[in-house]
């Protein structure tokens, strides 16, 4: 992989830090075929269109006991944002 398309979508990285983090990161990994995702990197800036955002929340539902709507990543496209708003929804 070229080093520009390794950073795009890439802040420096921050370890997720939550056990939801460290799962949703992990998901996240596999859809996008990353191997590691930080609680700062952009599910769209790293590769997600809206096929793979199905495809992340069909896996997040299936295997985390929260349910997460399309929008909600579309809103809250980063592991920490998005795990911040399902762990106040709990």
Do not use: C
């Not at 199905?54 to 998005?82: F, K, M």
């Amino acid at each position: 992989m070229a080093r520009a398309e390794s950073q795009r979508g890439r802040r420096k990285y921050a370890e997720p830090e939550t056990e939801l983090e460290r799962k949703l990161a992990a998901i996240w990994g596999d859809v996008l075929g990353h191997e590691r995702i930080g609680r700062d990197d952009a599910f769209f800036e790293l590769g997600g269109n809206s096929l793979r955002a199905a495809q992340l929340v069909a896996r997040i539902n299936g295997s985390l006991p929260i349910r997460v709507a399309v929008h909600q990543l579309y809103d809250h496209p980063t592991v920490g944002r998005l795990a911040k708003v399902l762990e106040a929804s709990r």
